[in-house]
């Protein structure tokens, strides 16, 4: 491991701008810009964090756990002197040794193989969702599509019960607000978060899941002692936590490239087997998770800038995800791109888990889609979601022309 | 499917992660080799050019891809908090076939070898105590695991047994922690007494084993009653197996391509699948090591690997064709 060396070093150039500002939240590109032209770390005084934006530095800072952890919160709450609002989560929170036994027990429950059994009722969803939305012409795809598609199939994939699924996007929305600062974003959810999260707890409980799902199997590598009882629930809490919000914009991320760039939509139905790779695109394109933080866990030397030992440093997954010098033409959503490398499930020991049931979910929707409609177009303003971590669409309204 | 557009290729930057082939191997050289006991070396590998190297966890285990065409597990004992190097330990095995001499006498500090994984079927699982069974070179896994026990806080102790007490590795790196360790050689103190070291143990204890197969057997003898899940062995020779399921020939499916092919009771379904053109990667072809791991869509596999408990076996959804066959007339293979 390279400690900073007594070499010359530089002040990290500082930016002061707030990140999650309404107006930065809304459009993020100029900022990403500036921070990929400042250099490979910056410093942004307003919260006293370092902060990166280009693919190598961030890319390189997530594969390395062992000097930026995640153990001291992903969010810019530091949990070496405060109290995380609800217990950390096993697998976003935690580092090497904790991290393995949750991480193991989840990995075979959601690898391509676990899920296969899981296709034939989804590619039935994603039919009925794509009748329902021909029946209608005009419709949001957000509502109607983004939010209802991953609602419809993955909390019966976890198995929980119907009653009070209502609550997953308000959680979920809250929890990615609170990797933020406190600002109104986060007090908006305040009021509602207390019964939204017992109701999230109640549903990692074992005798409220189905036999059949996830967290049933979570449970059942508790039996073996994988992992404990107690860690059990926390691991199906992850589920909940993670796997809706993200889903919804990552959809809802792939319908805006098709809407903006109806070219791409033709090159999806001549070669539908491309919905893979319109959805890694998609999410490389729009990040639906934009940032995340890291803690240093010695003296890091970036660049010239050597970050002490102790503070956090927000990875700018989109803005890697847009470097100019990672990828050409870094603005267009293009089927023909490899987007493999992208940052945007993360890199490393912590990347995204739930991956495979995300891509499944949108491989089924995107075939129902590119099978039945010849044109997908816009039909009024798309109207942007504001979230401090996550970058997403409130509506999107759409016309189908079908085949 | 093909995908035409490069990234930028002027401004891409290197790897930080040294990158998996088209086999599921890298290229590593062998950066220190070091006597470690009576017959025992440690070997470092490194990238070319410093690269990381993918992560593991303790009990994980590497491919060593051998240039006269043999494929080797060894399990990693270093320190996975180096990510730059993986350390082994090679036990000189006079009756095996070759590999473990060929590492001894020919492979130098210099030069490049393939090494696939990690993987690992011999994970450290939360409990209350922790006993670790080493005989001989099984000692490797259990380096790191100890590591990770003290650093999680969970007590543990360590019965290592060996032939004599100067073919036993890493003897000095267990010293520092007293009398957690005990130490066994064979020709002092007899065979190990794993009876009472199981019995003292309550039933929070996880014990993981490691070692030649007469102790396994002798482990699992003495932990009949603990719960499910509280004994964890790793193998790295193939347990032994009742009689074959069915003493017929069946049918094996690849549902890609439709292909079926016609496998009399003594094939290896696995040399039906390459003679096929199959794209299924194998290593041990004793069914102990998972690199031919093949998911199962349809049909009842007779699983004869080392690898699956009992559970997994009976979900029918992933075998091993290097040694498993079929119960049913036809097994459709996700190929
Ligand atoms: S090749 Fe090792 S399990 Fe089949």
Same mark, same amino acid.
Not at chain 1, 253 to 270: H, I, K, N, T
């Given at each position: 491991?390279?400690l900073? %060396? ?52 961030? @890319? ?37 040794? @904790? ?5 193991h ?31 209608r ?27 009070g ?36 707890n ?59 760039s ?34 240093? %866990?010695?003296d ?41 490398g ?46 401090? %971590? ?14 | ?41 440690r ?25 006269? $065409?043999?494929?080797?597990q ?11 190097? &993986? ?47 080493? $005989? ?16 999680l ?14 073919s ?25 007494d ?16 490691? $070692?030649p197969?007469p ?11 603990r ?11 193939a ?10 020939? &069946? ?8 292909t ?26 004793q ?7 093949t998911?199962?869509?349809? $049909? ?36």
């Amino acid at each position: 491991m390279s400690l900073a %060396t007594p070499d010359p070093t530089v002040e990290a150039p500082a930016l002061d701008v707030d990140p999650f500002g309404p107006e930065i939240l809304a459009d993020p590109i100029p900022f990403h810009e500036r921070l990929r032209a400042a250099g490979p770390v910056v410093h942004l005084p307003r919260y006293d964090v370092y902060a990166m934006g280009r693919y190598a530095e961030v @890319h390189a800072a997530l594969v390395d756990w062992q000097r930026f952890q995640s153990a001291a919160g992903v969010g810019l709450s530091n949990f070496r002197s405060e109290k995380p609002w609800r217990p950390p989560s096993l697998l976003l929170e935690t580092d090497p040794p @904790h991290h393995d036994a949750p991480r193991h027990v989840l990995e075979p429950i959601l690898n391509p193989r676990a899920l296969r059994a899981l296709r034939p009722r989804w590619e039935t969803a994603a039919e009925e969702l794509v009748e329902d939305l021909l029946e209608r012409e005009r419709f949001d795809a957000v509502s109607n599509l983004a939010e209802r598609f991953p609602l419809r199939v993955f909390p019966d994939a976890v198995g929980i019960p119907e009653e009070g699924r209502e609550n997953l996007l308000p959680y979920g929305d809250h929890l990615f607000n609170a990797f933020g600062p406190v600002n109104a974003l986060v007090e908006k959810g305040l009021p509602r978060i207390a019964g939204v999260s017992g109701w999230v707890n109640e549903q990692c409980r074992r005798e409220v899941l189905s036999a059949d799902g996830f967290g049933a199997r979570i449970w059942e590598a508790s039996d073996c002692g994988d992992i404990t009882a107690e860690q059990a629930p926390l691991v199906v809490r992850s589920l909940l936590s993670a796997g809706v919000d993200t889903t919804v914009h990552a959809l809802g991320a792939v319908m805006a490239g098709f809407l903006s760039s109806p070219e791409q939509w033709e090159r999806l139905r001549a070669e539908p087997a491309r919905a893979r790779v319109a959805f890694d695109e998609a999410i490389r394109w729009e990040s639906p998770v934009q940032t995340f933080f890291r803690t240093a %866990t010695c003296d890091v030397r970036v660049g010239d800038v050597v970050v002490p030992e102790g503070r956090k440093i927000l990875m700018f997954l989109g803005s890697a995800n847009n470097d100019p010098s990672r990828w050409e033409r870094p603005e267009e959503f293009d089927l023909d791109r490899d987007p493999s490398g992208h940052v945007g499930f993360g890199m490393g020991i912590h990347q995204c888990v739930g991956q495979h049931v995300a891509r499944m979910e949108a491989e089924c929707v995107l075939h129902a889609l590119a099978r039945r409609v010849k044109k997908i177009e816009p039909d009024g303003i798309p109207v942007r979601h504001l979230n401090n %971590t996550l970058r997403g669409f409130s509506s999107l309204p759409a016309r189908l022309v079908a085949r | 499917m093909s995908l035409s557009s490069s990234p930028a290729a002027a401004g891409r930057p290197a790897p930080v992660v040294a990158s998996v082939g088209a086999s599921g191997r890298v290229a590593l050289v062998v950066t220190a080799k070091d006597p470690v006991a009576d017959g025992v070396v440690r070997l470092r590998l490194e990238a070319p050019g410093g690269l990381r190297l993918p992560d593991w966890t303790p009990g994980a285990h590497i491919d060593l891809g051998l240039p006269n $065409g043999l494929t080797r597990q060894y399990s990693l004992c270093g320190d996975r908090w180096d990510p730059r190097s &993986y350390e082994i330990a090679v036990l000189r095995e006079p009756d095996g076939r070759g590999g473990s001499a060929f590492v001894h006498d020919h492979l130098a500090v210099g030069d490049g070898i393939e090494v696939g994984g990690p993987r690992n079927h011999f994970p450290l699982v939360p409990a209350d105590r922790y006993l670790f069974v080493a $005989g001989g070179i099984g000692i490797t896994p259990m380096l790191p695991m100890i590591e990770q026990a003290t650093m999680l806080d969970t007590p543990w102790s360590l019965l290592y047994g060996g032939r004599r007490r100067v073919s036993m590795a890493f003897v000095d790196r267990l010293a520092r922690w007293g009398d957690r360790v005990t130490l066994w050689p064979q020709d002092s103190h007899g065979l190990l007494d794993l009876a009472s070291a199981v019995d003292a143990e309550p039933s929070g204890t996880k014990i993981y084993c490691c $070692g030649p197969a007469p102790l396994l057997a002798a482990v699992e003898s003495v932990c009949t009653d603990r719960p499910v899940g509280h004994l964890r062995i790793e193998r790295f020779e193939a347990r032994e197996q009742g009689p074959p399921v069915r003493t017929t020939g &069946y049918e094996v499916e690849l549902a890609r391509t439709g292909t079926v092919l016609g496998i009399q009771p003594g094939d290896s379904v696995l040399d039906a699948l390459a003679a096929a053109g199959a794209p299924v990667l194998a290593s041990c072809r004793q069914g102990v090591c998972g690199t031919c791991e093949t998911t199962v869509l349809a $049909g009842t596999p007779d699983h004869r690997d080392s690898l699956l408990d009992e559970a997994q076996r009976r979900r029918n959804d992933c075998f091993y064709p290097c040694v498993s066959r079929s119960a049913s007339d036809r097994l459709v293979l996700d190929l």
